[in-house]
């Protein structure tokens, strides 16, 4: 995809051409470099500037419960937010309370299906809630019919051969429940950043190895810290990222050693019916004669 900057005038299929009037971001090649950070914007501005389909995306907003504050129309939100995805993504994968996040199922963008119910298990939440302590977070696996899944990726080395081989009868996938503490305290100090809602790098791996194969782009709109991109780029694969918060898109920078993209130049929205001189419509062209 070419990183285009609409300037031009551009003549439409009646033949009318279209003059500039407002502007619009220009799209983002998703492989101009192996990460690519935005400036910090919402999500739906991100997901308009992605022109090509990606392999995976990963959604991980606030969860409408605890931190990040509540929305009261945090499902119509949601869902939004599914729709503009699975018009740019083959696999995207969803994250959030069970509770909440189940409500999503009735009302898949079309052409998507549910691929798995995922569920990260972590034992270590140090809530101080009298009766059950939260121990798990939701992620489902949305993807467009028909997008492939890569269960090889989990394969040892020596299964790896028997598979390619031939040998191998079956790909044994790997368990929906990924088990993994929350990084809190003394856990996962070296990982953690400061960003009150950081997922363990263990949590999206499993993900993006499923979903992707080398060399393929993976878009994470809500990176936070931006442990999408560290996954990424140690698995070989392309990223961007963005984050609706300054302070975040600036920890994800250092986290990862990449300075954002600056955007290209706004690209204009075309205004119609316009005519053309050089191609006129026939209405026009009947003008000119009779002006002749
Ligand atoms: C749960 S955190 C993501 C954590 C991330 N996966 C990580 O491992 O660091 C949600 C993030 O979404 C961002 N966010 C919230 N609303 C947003 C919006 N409308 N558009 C883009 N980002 C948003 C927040 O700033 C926050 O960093």
């Known amino acids: 995809m070419q990183a285009t900057t609409r300037r031009a005038r551009k003549t439409g299929s009646s033949g009318a051409q279209t003059t ?9 090649p998703p492989a101009a470099g192996n990460t690519i950070i935005f400036p910090p914007q919402d999500v739906f501005d991100t997901l308009k500037q992605i022109r090509e389909p990606v392999a995976a995306t990963i959604l991980d907003p606030w969860y409408n419960k605890g931190y990040g504050g509540t929305r009261p129309d945090y499902h119509e939100w949601l869902c939004a937010v599914l729709k503009e995805t699975a018009r740019v993504s083959n696999h995207i994968f969803l994250w959030g309370f069970p509770q909440i996040v189940h409500k999503a199922l009735d009302y898949l963008p079309k052409g998507t299906k ?8 972590y034992k270590n939440c140090p809530s101080v809630i009298r009766g059950w302590r939260s ?12 997008a492939k899944l890569y269960p090889e990726n989990f394969l040892n080395h020596a299964q790896k051969e028997r598979f390619e081989n031939g040998k191998m009868r079956f790909v044994p996938g790997p368990p929906s429940v990924i088990e993994t503490s929350l990084l809190v305290g003394f ?5 953690q950043t400061g960003h009150p809602s950081q997922k363990p790098i263990k949590t999206i791996e499993p ?22 991109g ?15 918060s300054e302070e975040y898109t600036r920890m994800t920078e250092k ?6 993209s600056t955007l290209p130049e706004p690209a204009p929205i075309l205004a119609r019916d316009q005519p053309s001189k050089r191609n006129p419509t026939r209405r026009t062209r009947k003008m000119v004669r009779k002006r002749k």
């Not at 500039?20 to 983002?28: D, H, Q, R, S, Y």
Request: hydrophobic share 45%; with cysteine; net charge positive.
């Open 20 to 28: 500039l009037l407002e502007f619009e971001p220009a799209a983002i």
């Open 114 to 121: 549910l691929v798995a119910w995922l569920t990260w298990y």
């Open 135 to 146: 121990a798990q977070l939701t992620c489902l696996h949305i993807s467009r019919n028909k």
């Open 187 to 191: 856990v996962g100090r070296k990982e």
């Open 207 to 228: 993900l993006v190895l499923m979903a992707t194969k080398e060399g393929d782009t993976v878009l994470d709109p809500f990176c936070g810290s931006g442990t999408t």
């Open 230 to 244: 560290v996954v990424c780029r140690d698995l070989g694969r392309r990223a961007i990222l963005c984050d609706a």
């Open 255 to 260: 986290r990862l050693g990449v300075k954002r």
